[in-house]
């Protein structure tokens, strides 16, 4: 039996986002700002959160699980777009690519199960407060985030063996600046009916259910607000749960774009832009619009700071 379920390509081409010579230096710059304050914003906010022990909390826990996230989710595509911005043909191994498209699938599932997480802790929060601590205790919360990364690398493991499954016998340049699921199956010289089903399905699935129990959540959310009689109780309220509201608007807002256009108004500039939004932008914002709207961080970052400068000046004092 011939073994034509194995590849004859080695390796891929990453075709980048824009080959004008003129936008590569500020595209780079541009692109390794980004990265660097998506990494110096997501690791701070994991250290604050793990050495913190006031923001040892359910809410702060899934803060810094979802902080982990961003900065891995990031890390996984943000290099490989910088390298072609700086190499005259960004080449990227066979093996390299399906582990790069395996983790790109694990974070980009788990972001939205973490955050859908992170409702329902905050559902509990605001509408049964007095059962907080109980509901949400340490077992159920490890609980939720084992959870989620079982159902994160379930999908991810799905994608990827079905497209190892598939062969690569002609063209190899990938029409995008990653490895993602569609531009690879563009490419295969084999029947790719099952990882589109698979697309379907498991896209659909993991969209539709995380989505639902996120709007269901805020439905409660949002009914208990407007019951509380107090204009200050009810701004107190809001203010817990707004973070993680914007967060969810821009993270969905990017994907729906993307995924739930009609195909004829469907590119691969229009792709490449939505896909970068989504896995190298949210990633920087997300730490930002938590620690900058949330108090208890800030006060945190303000002591970390102050502690930094009074040894130093009691020591210009002494002299």
């Known amino acids: 039996m011939a073994r034509h379920n194995y590849s004859t390509v080695a390796a891929f081409v990453l075709e980048g986002l824009t080959d004008e010579p003129e936008l590569q230096l500020p595209l780079f710059l541009l692109f390794l700002g980004i990265y660097m304050v998506t990494v110096m914003g997501n690791l701070s906010l994991v250290l604050i959160i793990t050495f913190s022990s006031k923001l040892h ?169 407007l019951r509380i009689p107090s204009a200050e109780g009810r701004s107190k309220a809001f203010s817990t749960c707004s973070s993680h509201f914007i967060a969810v608007g821009v993270f969905y807002g990017s994907i729906i774009f993307m995924y739930f256009k009609p195909a004829s108004s469907s590119n691969m500039a229009q792709e490449k832009v939505a896909s970068i939004f989504y896995s190298i932008v949210i990633p920087m914002l997300n730490p930002l619009i938590y620690s900058l709207r949330n108090k208890d961080i800030k006060n945190v970052l303000k002591k970390v700071i102050g502690m930094r400068y009074i040894p130093q000046q009691s020591s210009n004092q002494g002299h």
Do not use: W
């Open 57 to 225: 909390t359910p809410m702060y826990f899934f803060l810094g699980n979802l902080a982990f996230l961003d900065l891995f989710y990031s890390s996984v595509v943000t290099p490989k777009l910088l390298g072609n911005f700086v190499l005259e043909q960004n080449v990227i191994s066979y093996p390299a690519c399906m582990i790069q498209l395996f983790f790109y699938c694990d974070f980009a599932i788990a972001e939205c199960y973490m955050l859908t997480a992170m409702a329902f802790d905050r559902y509990v929060a605001i509408c049964n407060p007095l059962f907080y601590s109980i509901t949400m205790s340490q077992k159920v919360c490890y609980l939720l985030v084992t959870g989620v990364y079982s159902m994160a690398n379930v999908g991810a493991m799905a994608h990827t063996t079905s497209m190892i499954r598939l062969s690569f016998c002609g063209d190899n340049v990938i029409h995008h600046y990653f490895c993602d699921v569609i531009p690879l199956l563009k490419l295969s010289c084999s029947s790719t009916s099952i990882n589109e089903f698979l697309v379907i399905l498991l896209g659909g699935f993991n969209a539709l259910a995380t989505i639902v129990a996120i709007i269901i959540s805020y439905v409660f959310i949002l009914n208990s607000i």
